[in-house]
């Protein structure tokens, strides 16, 4: 599994919204800018001093408020003295020198963009988003087609601390084996189970119970009909070791060092711990199911 389908996985993640989604400081969308490859940020600094152009979004009207940029440089020329220039003349020196934003904005929201003219004064109360692309600073009015554009998990740095740091489930699993219905239900204390997959099939760390993590990676957890030796306690594992696993996975330590779970169908079994019986590892019952 690739970063993008975990996280596409969780459903605290998956339920997003757009609207939710754009409002994340991780929010973080590879983009063009002319033939530079750059990065649209959200959130940013609220410029004061802006040009702003009204514009359509293919039938959808908004406004495209630029800030004063080196990278626009006839019009950075002409910036102070800006009321004084013909609204066509000024129209042109934005195309010229914006052409390359109108662009990508264009490509990020996925409509075609129309530039109509220059806008008048904005409500304060209408929504906007404050964006940033290299030293370009600007705002576009924000309505349901543009978040709907922008607010996938995709536009996502998953990178981004807040992210890393999300905690998650995880449990071991040494062994997974077939148990008879009659012999898991008659499990009693001091009862030996023979895992002779110990030792011999790697064990790997399932992770909310979604994730499976071993030396091969992450892939999706399948329990199947087996019965599984987990660790009797969960402990925390971050959605950045998750997708770190990804990217250089290691084998999972396979020596329990406390209390065994015996699991079936989500349910305990047993709890118990782990033993040698001759030459071969068992889990011995401590607390069979019907002592719970």
Known sequence: MKPFEILSALPQWSGL??????????????????????????GATHPADTISLSIRLEDEPH???????PRFKELDAIWDSRADVPEPILLALVEKDAGPLLQLVENAVRRQLKLVGLAGAE????????????DIVFSLTRSAT????????????????????????????????????????????????????MGTVPARLVVDGRFAVDANGVTRYNAGDLVHVFDATAKEFTLGELFDAVETPHPVAATPSGALRLVADGKTLAVGRLDRLGDQSAFIVEVPASSH
């Open 123 to 134: 409500s304060p109360d209408a929504p906007v988003l404050f964006a940033q692309v290299a």
């Open 146 to 197: 543009v978040t709907a554009a922008l607010g996938s998990l995709r536009n996502l740095d998953l990178t981004y601390e807040s992210i890393r740091s999300v905690t998650l489930p995880a449990l071991t699993e040494y062994a997974a084996f077939s148990l008879t219905s009659l012999e898991a239900s008659g499990l009693s204390i001091g009862d030996a189970v023979l895992l002779p997959e």
């Open 17 to 42: 919204g757009p609207d939710a989604i754009v409002d994340l400081p991780a929010f973080a969308l590879p983009c063009r800018l002319g033939d530079e490859s750059a990065t649209l940020v959200l």
């Open 63 to 69: 406004v495209l408020s630029l800030a004063r940029s």
